[in-house]
């Protein structure tokens, strides 16, 4: 069975996940994960699709472009890689949630993310939001990382407040724990 | 997924609102490091003590790191010190209690707490050689603290014990007259003591208690603070049942924190995991304190009326919080007011807002009882048995623990100040109205019976 990745972008209003979802009914396409975020006015969708055997990826992609044309959307299609679909080696890791709060300048989100690139730590989850001014709420990264086992904590740290002090923030990298402890029944 | 703003305020509260682990305290039984040698027994309880609390302070770091919040203070609670050193006089506990010292400086905690005597039905050989060490050997250590409970709601109050402590206070405050009296504020008299508290002066282990555990004590009494303060900002008609609810569940949210980090101590250490005692306990800090949350809730400072009812919700608030949060909530878990511990309370004091009558009557509501407060040094060792009797009077009939903590402090006199630094803060010295004159009640002796378990009013 086909797989594709199918992205969608697009000036958010009302209907645009009605009509590609139906678009994809229609077609006897599945949908098995979806993933939606909307950054200022923009929209953006992800959607990983299986396809009927009868349907190609390419064939697809032209009855979109067909349908949709008239919603100023772009829609990439790419077929899924059978490579990925086999169950990625699990390495032990835990949830830390690394949060930096300051003044925004450019170079704060490819700081901290090559930091935590060069200790084996993966994101899993970013939101950013910079808008102007001192409020440290209004000026916040959150990165969900995944840290492997073993990784050493104090270095991770060490690092993190080099950035910190050349990039004027604040950072804190504290297990995810806490947070579900205080928040979550 | 957790959503920014449960990040945020997390942060907020730790970070801005002075979140932490108050104290992470071991509790070690010493029963069977019992001896009637002297070199015997002190070398017991000090390899018991240094192996099972060596890495405690280390381990806490640790994971308060890991979870983003310090735990401030590391401790260590023992068996009663005069039941397990029973057969020594009051000079050889002295040893004893330097001994104690020398374990916490070896394990690099900053109290331990244990020298201990239950004497709220009577006064055995042991109990009696360990209150006359008390003065001495508060004087001579830095970390130890002592505690005699002298009443409690089955046996009654033990009068003749109240006067002895009386004595003993002032000993001990004299002993340290350089330092306004500093012996005195490691010595609590309670009523109804619980067997769990991993807060100083008050800690010990209770003899029902395991091996080993790990007891925590939560405070944030500036988070507390901040809710109320963010409640009537968003809803200024907010009635004080909904102030209630907000410092319950800001309550509980402090209280998952304790526990989540006390487990992983205890796991961490191999001993099991005890109880947390969620308790508004100020330091001298600006934006730490309890007193400001009475301001926060619309009064112009703690000690004017209505300061009882405020902190009875307070407390009531704070403590179906911590239940709801945890099953295993133990200690004192309340609300403190500690005048010199808290910039607040301390001003409110000073200002004559706050008088010792009002902190009597307030201690009928508040989770522990008159706490850290100073006295004129000419205050007779009668008047602070009956300053003492007075408290335990209130916590045997209400069935509840209170505590007094009172430093005579020597050559001060009402409106001077004190100073004894770090967490025991500085303060107004407070008068004792009619305090030097003949107090014949507390020199009879003998028991006040147990109360009445019936006739409610």
Do not use: W
């Not at chain 2, 209690?97 to 005597?117: E, H, M, V």
């Not at chain 2, 500085?426 to 147990?450: D, K, M, Q």
């Amino acid at each position: 069975m086909k797989k594709i990745i199918l992205s969608v972008l697009g000036h958010d209003r009302p209907g645009i996940l009605a009509a590609v979802s139906e678009l994809l009914l229609v077609n006897g396409c599945n949908i098995e994960n979806a993933s939606q975020t909307i950054l200022q006015s923009v929209f953006g969708s992800l959607l990983l699709v299986t396809l009927p055997e009868d349907l190609s990826p390419d064939t697809l992609r032209s009855r979109m472009s067909a349908t949709l044309s008239g919603m100023a959307l772009d829609i990439f299609i790419k077929e899924f890689p059978s490579s990925l679909v086999q169950e990625p080696v699990v390495q032990p890791t835990e949830a830390f949630i690394l949060t930096a709060f300051g003044p925004d300048q450019p170079g704060l989100v490819s700081a901290v993310s090559r930091c935590v690139a060069n200790h084996g730590i993966n994101i899993s989850n970013l939101r950013a939001v910079f808008k102007g001014g001192n409020e440290p709420g209004d000026n916040v990264m959150i990165f969900e990382v995944d840290i492997p086992v073993g990784v050493d904590l104090k270095q991770v740290n060490n690092d993190l407040d080099k950035i910190a002090v050349r990039l004027n923030l604040t950072i804190n990298l504290q297990h995810r724990g806490i947070f579900n402890a205080m928040n979550r029944i | 997924m957790l959503s920014e703003r449960e990040i945020i305020t997390t942060l907020d509260m730790i970070k801005r609102e002075h979140l932490d682990l108050r104290t992470v305290t071991i509790g070690i039984n010493l029963f069977d490091c019992v001896s009637d040698d002297l070199n015997r027994f002190i070398r017991r309880i000090r390899t018991r003590i240094e192996s099972l609390a060596g890495n405690l302070v280390e381990i806490c770091d640790r994971i308060g790191g890991k979870y983003g919040i310090p735990v401030e203070n590391k401790r260590i609670s023992i068996s009663p010190m005069a039941a397990i050193g029973a057969p020594f006089s009051a000079r050889e506990l002295v040893q004893v209690a330097k001994a104690l010292d020398d374990s916490a400086r070896a394990t690099g905690i900053d109290f331990i707490g244990g020298f201990t005597a239950l004497v709220e039905k009577g006064m055995a050989t042991g109990d009696l050689a360990l209150i006359e060490a008390i003065p001495e050997a508060l004087a001579a250590t830095r970390h130890v603290c002592a505690s005699v409970n002298v009443a409690s709601t089955r046996a009654g109050i033990n009068m003749d014990a109240i006067l002895r402590m009386g004595k003993t206070v002032k000993m001990a405050a004299e002993l340290t007259a350089a330092a306004d009296g500093l012996a005195a504020a490691k010595l609590v008299v309670f009523a109804n003591i619980p067997q769990d508290i991993p807060f100083m002066a008050g800690a010990y282990l209770g003899i029902g208690e395991p091996d080993a555990v790990i007891n925590v004590g939560v405070s944030g009494p500036g988070v507390v603070k901040k809710a109320v303060d963010r409640l009537l900002e968003s809803e200024p008609d907010a009635d004080l049942g909904r102030i209630s609810e907000v410092i319950k569940q800001t309550a509980a949210r402090v209280t998952r924190a304790g526990e989540l980090i006390g487990r992983e101590v205890a796991k961490s250490l191999g001993v099991r995991f005890g109880v947390v005692d969620l308790s508004l306990a100020p330091t001298p800090t600006v934006g730490d304190s309890v007193g400001e949350i009475f301001q926060s809730m619309g009064l112009s400072s703690i000690g004017v009326p209505g300061s009882t009812a405020a902190l009875a919700l307070l407390n009531d608030a704070v403590k179906k919080g911590g239940a709801f949060a945890s099953s295993h909530v133990g200690g004192l878990s309340g609300a403190f007011i500690p005048v010199s511990e808290d910039l607040n309370i301390a001003a409110a004091a000073a200002a004559g807002v706050l008088s010792l009558e009002k902190l009597e009557a307030m201690t009928s509501v508040c989770s522990v009882g008159l706490d850290m407060i100073a006295l004129p040094g000419d205050t007779t060792a009668e008047m602070l048995a009956a300053i003492i009797a007075d408290e335990m009077a209130i916590g045997v009939i209400n069935k509840k623990t209170t505590a007094a903590r009172l430093i005579p402090a020597p050559g001060k006199k009402a409106g001077d100040r004190v100073y004894f630094g770090g967490l025991l803060g500085e303060g107004p010295v407070l008068a004792v109205n009619s305090g030097t004159s003949e107090n014949r009640f507390v020199r009879y002796g003998g028991r006040i019976p147990a109360p009445i378990q019936s006739l409610f009013n």
